[in-house]
């Protein structure tokens, strides 16, 4: 169903043309860290649930004061009805996944 599926993108990795195409919602976080997990939390706390959210985290190369690790945005993930996913993420190399576009 068109618009019951949310595209996480992160700051520089971002797909709007993408978006559009797939009939997805898209939320635009400024920066993969805790202030843009926050607000994609406060977000999903107060819309209906999504059937399906992905999501398209940048790499920036370090664990940082205010970074949100994998499992924290795996969770958000599990928060989708039928499917949550990463794309483009090299999970166990994150936030080192230099190989992200």
């Known amino acids: 169903m068109i618009g019951n599926r949310l595209l996480v993108e992160s700051f520089i ?4 043309y993408g978006s559009v195409r ?3 919602v898209p939320f635009w ?3 993969d860290k805790e ?5 994609l939390e406060t977000y999903l706390d107060a819309s209906d649930p999504f059937d399906e959210i992905y999501m ?3 790499s920036h ?7 949100t690790p994998v499992e924290h945005w795996r969770r958000i993930l599990r928060r989708a009805r039928k499917e949550g996913a990463f794309i483009g993420v090299d999970e166990s190399a994150y936030p080192r996944d230099f190989a992200v576009s």
């Not at 202030?35 to 607000?39: C, F, H, K, V």
């Not at 190369?61 to 970074?67: D, Q, T």
């Open 13 to 16: 990795v971002m797909e709007p």
């Open 61 to 67: 190369g370090v664990e940082s004061i205010g970074s």
């Open 22 to 24: 797939i009939g997805s």
């Open 29 to 31: 976080m400024v920066f």
């Open 35 to 39: 202030p843009s997990a926050q607000a």
């Open 56 to 58: 398209m985290l940048f």
